[in-house]
């Protein structure tokens, strides 16, 4: 952690916090009680939120049951339908004119829900579903852009109780494969395509390759026409959307399920070769992703227009996009674009017309938006904006200001500036947390640029030395929580031991995180990025070993070592270093193909940026990759200490090389 050290060396003389203004403060969802309720009597505190944010079925009878531990049981005794709580119960109580998404396509097209459109959307879907054989407990395999239809899909699976395992788009198909294969899902749904930079994309193909090969568990593949791109047809397995959900009733009863009934599955990098599908049941992760938007976002529904630009794909696209938004009956944008089509004011363009108040993206993209140069903002009246939020890496303190000063602090085209600035909420979890962990509350926090300030209400967390013994104010270690927590994951799909060993055995009684992290004098968190060998790359989460294996798998290489670089844009950066076979030929036609191999592998997200062809890896005497020092070599540095190395000359060369 000698980089991360000195990272927050810097970090620590950072003398700059901004209080809440006081007319924030007096209208904040959230005051300081919330602490000290929470302080108090944790699972009491729980409890209160669970019956605030959600409507029961069935009340629980008991909190917490950690007797099975490392699983956890919450609201046990509960029954609850999460689409139920997302939908129907706002339209009973008079909301159902109330817009759900404004949907913007990629080409400029529009729909808006209300939730009333939205609910009985959901209903269609769950009846089809139904038809077509799906029942409570089987998976569903979702592999869509970021359209409307993505969200009513994971609805309408928890309406009926089966547990969607959303692929993101951008992965491939035999990335795509092999979740369906490790889930058995019985149900794909998937659309033709979608667009990227304003050209057709296809997402159809990729589906049709996966499902190929025999020995698969999908009965039916239903499919949204978006792009209205010819696509092959697989009379056996392919249904339109439009043939079997618009046509399917609008009545449709939610069942009530458990609270600790499987709610989804969704696939995360770990440090093997094999993706983990993260479980999350229904009633705690529903309860902490609902109080957590509501807190963090400073949620008023009744007048927020609030926009998190994650994908569908990922864990923040799920929680918050499809869940915790609609649970608290808000009002969101949603967008199948990207930020730079058809310009690179699209973002703010959508901002000032639908006049969006909570705005909640990552560090990759305010980085990217700080180099096309504050001039597009500033062009656009960004006044609505109240509430900035940040997710998925750390984000280093100028990203952190200039999101306060150039869009935070944005009073209008005029140039004229806020007297207080929206604050900004940095929040820290993971797919596996379910929902925010360390997070300010808007109302209460004085915010530092860069920190990601301290738990959420109800939740323990902690920074431990190697012994596991916590460390003080100003020092730094290993994050870890302490005490269950309601959105916490349940395992992974289909390998209990694995659970255990990657989050319950490095310190005991514990959850490690994976992640470093540092005390500042006034006990303030700020994280240092992962600790293991996983990357962040724009704030997605690859493995170094999954993509070596990836590399390893092509015939022409023996053997590969992978590290995470630092880039200025995308946090961090995959570089590979490839030993290749006898028979290989160096130049640049091999880097060309291994970096498309990895893309047609695992997907295009995971492509090495740089490919570099060495004839040794650095190796300890025992024959461990030091990839440290690669790390070192990748990033331009002195190379570190290469005395363990077997052979210390393999690294000059890797050095001069990457130079070149
Ligand atoms: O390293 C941490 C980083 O992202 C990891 C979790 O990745 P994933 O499961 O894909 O979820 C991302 C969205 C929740 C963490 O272990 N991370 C996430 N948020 C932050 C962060 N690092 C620093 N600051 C954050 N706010």
């Known amino acids: 952690m000698t980089d991360a050290t000195s990272t927050l060396d810097n970090l620590m003389h950072e003398e700059r916090a901004f209080g809440p203004s006081a007319d924030f403060a007096a209208n904040a969802v959230a005051d300081a009680s919330r602490y000290e309720r929470a302080k108090a009597d944790r699972l009491g505190y729980w409890a209160d939120r669970a019956r605030e944010v959600l409507t029961w079925d069935t009340d629980f009878t008991e909190t917490l049951d950690w007797s099975d531990a490392p699983v956890a049981k919450w609201f046990v005794g509960g029954k609850v339908n999460a689409a139920y709580n997302a939908l129907d119960r706002h339209v009973e109580a008079g909301n159902g004119d109330r817009v759900a998404i404004y949907f913007e396509g990629a080409l400029g097209d529009t729909t808006t829900y209300t939730y009333a459109e939205l609910t009985a959307a959901v209903k269609k879907a769950a009846n089809a579903f139904e038809s077509l054989g799906v029942a409570k407990g089987d998976r569903v395999a979702v592999y869509l852009p970021m359209i409307p239809e993505a ?119 770990g440090t093997t070769g094999k993706p983990k599908g993260i479980l999350h049941t229904t009633g705690g992760y529903i309860v902490q992703s609902a109080a957590t938007l509501k807190d963090t976002f400073d949620l008023h529904p009744e007048t927020d227009v609030y926009w998190c630009t994650a994908d569908v794909g990922w864990v923040t696209g799920h929680s918050y996009v499809a869940y915790a938004p609609l649970v608290n009956g808000a009002t969101q944008v949603m967008f199948e674009g990207t930020p730079d089509t058809p310009h690179q004011g699209i973002w703010w363009e959508i901002v000032e017309k639908y006049k969006v108040s909570l705005l909640y993206t990552a560090p990759t993209a305010i980085r990217t938006c700080m180099k096309w140069g504050r001039e597009i903002p500033d062009g656009y009246d960004l006044s609505s904006l109240r509430v900035l939020g940040t997710v998925g890496e750390p984000i280093n303190p100028e990203a952190w200001m200039w999101y306060r000063d150039v869009i935070g602090a944005n009073a209008g085209k ?84 694995r659970f255990k060993e990657t989050y319950w055995s490095r310190f005991d009684g514990m959850y490690f995180a994976g992640d470093g992290a540092k005390y500042d004098e006034d006990g303030d968190l700020w994280l240092l990025g992962r600790v293991d060998d996983v990357m962040n790359v724009s704030g997605h989460r690859l493995s170094t070993t999954e993509i070596e294996s990836s590399l390893v798998a092509h015939d022409k290489v023996a053997e590969a070592a992978v590290v995470g670089a630092k880039d200025a844009t995308t946090g961090e950066a995959v570089v590979a270093f490839v030993i290749l076979r006898g028979s290989a030929e160096e130049g640049e036609d091999i880097v060309t193909e291994l970096r498309n191999h990895v893309g047609k592998q695992i997907g295009p997200i995971a492509k090495p940026r740089h490919v570099l062809v060495v004839p040794e890896l650095p190796k300890t005497r025992s024959g461990k990759i030091m990839r440290r020092l690669l790390k070192d070599a990748a990033e331009g540095r002195e190379v570190g200490d290469a005395s363990t190395l077997a052979d210390p000359s393999v690294m000059t060369k890797i050095a001069e090389d990457m130079r070149k």
């Not at 089966?162 to 990335?175: E, I, K, R, Y």
């Not at 979890?429 to 109302?443: D, V």
């Not at 300030?453 to 994050?479: C, F, H, K, R, T």
Request: hydrophobic share 40%; glycine share 10%.
């Open 151 to 269: 969200v009513i899909t994971m609805l309408a699976c928890a309406r009926i109780g089966a547990v969607h395992s959303v692929v993101f788009g951008g992965f491939s198909a035999d990335a795509l494969r092999s979740r369906i294969d490790d889930a058995e899902a019985k149900l794909v749904v998937t659309a033709d395509g979608t667009w990227r930079r304003g050209k057709p994309s296809s997402l159809k193909p990729a589906v049709d390759a996966a499902l190929a090969a025999p020995g698969h568990t999908v009965e039916n593949v239903v499919v949204v026409k978006r792009n209205s791109e010819p696509t092959e047809w697989n009379d056996g397995l392919d249904k339109w959307w439009n043939d079997v959900v618009l046509t399917a009733s609008e009545d449709h009863a939610p069942v009530a399920h458990d609270s600790e009934h499987p709610l989804f599955i969704l696939y995360t990098s």
């Open 414 to 497: 005029n140039g004229e500036k806020k007297e207080h600035p929206a604050p900004i909420v940095d929040t820290w979890w993971q797919t596996e947390t379910g929902s925010h962990m360390i997070a300010p509350l808007p109302g209460v926090t004085h915010t530092k640029p860069g920190s990601a300030q301290v738990a959420v209400p109800g939740i323990s967390i902690d920074i431990v030395d190697e012994m596991g013994e916590s460390v003080g104010d100003g020092e730094g270690g290993y994050l870890v929580i302490r005490d269950p927590w309601p959105s916490m994951l349940r395992g992974i799909w289909g390998d209990p031991e």
